[in-house]
RNA sequence: GCCGCCGUAGCUCAGUCGGUAGAGCGGCUGAUUUGUAAUCAGCAGGUCGGGAGUUCGAUUCUCUCCGGCGGCUCCA
């Protein structure tokens, strides 16, 4: 081909253009859609992604990429990254970049530096932000190994990137001002796309590899305006104002000491809605055919020796020695289910066997991960053990998965599924497992569930199907988990009597649907930012009469309420009726019954509903009935 | 557990460049009897997370332990 003569370039819509040979891939697509081109940050070319800058030495498919695209998105992330490394080494000189992936969240860059403090943050920004004015463009150079090595000379980490590009690759840095990093690409064109950019923290992380001294790894966020910026740290401001654990303060509903640790206490008004969510499950248990057992908290050793517990789990598990023998505090339920199915010898009559149980369970969680509720060392599960036989797995699953849209539906959570594979660390055979893997793909692909695969993430045991449920602010938390289990039935040596008068081992399908109490709980209170529905909230209703002359009359009304088993309360009349109502709101409590003469005279109440001024006047009866249809329907919304 | 940061009244936070601390809300008492998001006044409440060290003197500086937060790792 010779020098300026025209490719042609084809574009996603099926148009084309003839353009100079030479001709940056930015300014093709400027000619293909004017009006978008702004917000262009990079293309991909022939299915990869490259530069705007980059030439077009021959024909192809050119498509744009912007932050809309998840491609685009990285990019930018990654280039933050870039942004980032040449602000933190012009603070402190010495520091050794190593990699700046962008991820879900945002960003984030590991340097080999000496711990990094609050102040050179803000030294950090105010560099960042001098490079965003500046516009510095991000210049891609391919340099030979030797360039590379010479440039890199004193980063030893940069080095071993160069080592690992596969051979026949080109070695690429980009220069940004005076910084150049070792870099894929691509970037966006410069710097002045960054200013939608925002540092949000450093940490310290220990590398994976033997050997290797911690690192300090910054974090940010990156968008492409600072209004979009903006309107992001406002969403993470209002997610720390409804983190469970400033909610779980204010309306104490539990707390925490520092004597116990990850242990909750919870008040009397949390364990109203631990009874609710008890409640909510063991409907569904009856309906279900499930039986309920209690075994106790603590088993010998040698029980879980029998169960792999004490080769696969003893360190996360708290150890009592009673006169010379020792016994673990159980972290799960399964040893005791086992035992019950293996206390007498079993017909395949009573197939599949159900046996709940929700006994506390001690995990001895390192300190470092305790977050709340949602990471405690004492914890509830709705938790089930279905003894039944291979040819039985299917069905039960399948009533699982329809439980668990049902149950989430009903806290108008969104959920999402994962399947887990054989770990590293496994009992029994591989063949097993793989039947067991596939079994559970097939149930969730006959579903029509969209799933992710977690490989080597499964239990020591076998396989799950784990249930991530988001909080409204996209969060994700895993709750249920459906798990199949082959091996510790084998382990307890569980027999039952066949059709054909043989024995055999029961399959086990261990699982939980709202996971524990705690954790869920946690989640339900950040998603409803602790404005609970009116069936699971602590006090349904309050009763504000205007004066102390309606106060017989509220009281009446209250008793009403709770002979059809409302929770309800009275409030006093020492302060005003405004600040009573205040206070009623800032309780979050659903129902707002307001009592004043009028009301008393026919008989009727002034309802003002959570979070809504204007209020509804109805007789006593209405609202009596109004309230207890919509808790016993488990409406969402008061 | 690892790294960093933090710990002042029940809660949210101010403050002390080393001379033993304040506010708002909440609580209690009194007055007010109130019509839909804060009536007024008064009072009580803190060995400034625990321990040790430096110092004439430590809530303030240092060390250490405990706890929390953000990450890492791990998980329901």
């Not at 992936?101 to 105010?126: C, H, K, N, W």
């Not at 150049?180 to 992380?205: N, Y």
């Not at 969209?450 to 709750?479: C, M, N």
Request: aromatic residues 10%.
């Amino acid at each position: 081909m010779l020098e300026g003569e025209p490719v042609h370039i084809r574009f996603p819509d099926g148009r084309g253009v003839d353009v100079p040979r030479g001709t940056p891939a930015g300014g093709a697509l400027a000619l293909w859609d004017p009006g978008r081109a702004g917000t262009f940050l990079a293309a991909l070319w022939k299915g990869l992604p490259v530069d705007l800058a980059s030439p077009l030495l021959e024909g192809g498919e050119l498509a744009p990429l912007s932050f809309a695209d998840r491609a685009g998105r990285d990019i930018l992330q990654h280039s933050a990254a870039h942004l980032l490394a040449k602000a933190l080494v012009e603070t402190i000189p010495e520091a050794r970049p190593t990699v700046g992936p962008p991820t879900d969240e945002g960003f984030y860059y590991d340097f080999e530096v000496r711990p990094l403090t609050p102040g050179d943050l803000d030294a950090i920004r105010t560099a960042m932000h001098r490079s965003v004015q500046a516009r510095e463009a991000f210049r891609r150079r391919e340099v030979s190994r030797d360039e590379a090595r010479t440039l890199f000379a004193r980063n030893p980490y940069k080095l071993r990137y160069i080592a690992e590009v596969p051979e026949g690759e080109a070695v690429s840095v980009y220069d940004t001002g005076a910084f150049t990093d070792l870099c894929r690409g691509p970037h966006v064109p410069d710097t002045g796309w960054l200013a939608g950019v925002h540092v949000l923290g450093f940490s310290a992380i220990t590398p994976d590899a033997p050997g290797s001294v911690p690192l300090q790894r910054v974090r940010g966020v990156g968008f492409p305006t600072p209004k979009e910026l903006e309107a992001y740290l406002k969403l993470r401001a209002e997610a720390e104002a409804r983190d469970h654990r400033t909610i779980g303060s204010r309306q104490e509903l539990f707390l925490f000491l520092d004597e116990a640790p990850g242990f909750p206490i919870w008040l009397p008004k949390g364990m109203v809605m631990v009874r609710e969510l008890e409640k909510f499950v063991t409907e569904h248990l009856r309906e279900a055919g499930y039986a309920e057992i209690r075994t106790p908290l603590l088993f010998a050793q040698s029980v879980y020796e029998t169960s792999g517990h004490w080769e696969h789990y003893r360190e996360n598990m708290f150890l009592s020695t009673v006169e010379n023998r020792v016994f673990g505090w159980k972290p799960m339920n399964c040893p005791g289910s086992m035992l019950v199915f293996g206390s007498r010898s079993r017909s395949y009559r009573e197939l599949p066997l159900r046996l709940a149980e929700f006994a506390p369970l001690h995990r001895l969680e390192a300190s470092g991960t305790l977050h709340g509720l949602t990471r405690v060392r004492e914890l509830v599960q709705d938790d089930a053990h279905i003894f039944c036989t291979e040819e039985q797995v299917e069905a039960e699953i399948r009533v699982l998965l329809r439980w668990i849209r049902e149950a989430f539906s009903t806290f108008r959570l969104t959920w999402s599924y994962e399947l887990s594979t054989r770990p590293a660390k496994f009992l029994g055979e591989a063949a097993l497992w793989d039947r067991a893997e596939a079994t559970l793909e097939k149930l969730l692909k006959e579903s029509g569930i969209e799933y992710r695969v977690s490989p080597g993430e499964g239990a020591f045991y076998g396989p799950k199907i784990d249930i991530h449920i988001r909080d409204s602010l996209g969060r994700p938390w895993q709750t249920g988990t459906i798990q199949l289990d082959y091996q510790i039935p084998q382990r307890f040596r569980l027999e039952y009597q066949g059709p054909d008068g043989q024995l055999h081992t029961p399959v086990v399908v261990h699982r939980t649907i709202l996971g524990t109490w705690e954790r869920f709980l946690g989640v339900v209170i950040e998603h409803c930012a602790g404005r609970f529905p009116p069936w699971l909230a602590p006090v349904q209703a309050r009763i504000l009469p205007v004066t102390e002359h309606q106060a017989p009359g509220a009281n009446g009304l209250a008793d009403e309420l709770r002979a059809v088993g409302l929770r309800v309360e009275v409030g006093g009349t020492e302060e005003s009726l405004a600040k009573r109502v205040r206070t009623a709101e800032l309780d979050r409590v659903p129902y707002i019954a307001v009592l004043g003469e009028r009301e008393i005279a026919d008989g009727s109440v002034a309802l003002r509903v959570r979070g809504q001024k204007a209020n509804r006047p109805m007789s006593r009866p209405e609202f009596v009935e109004y309230v207890r249809d919509r808790v016993r329907r488990r409406e969402y919304d008061p």
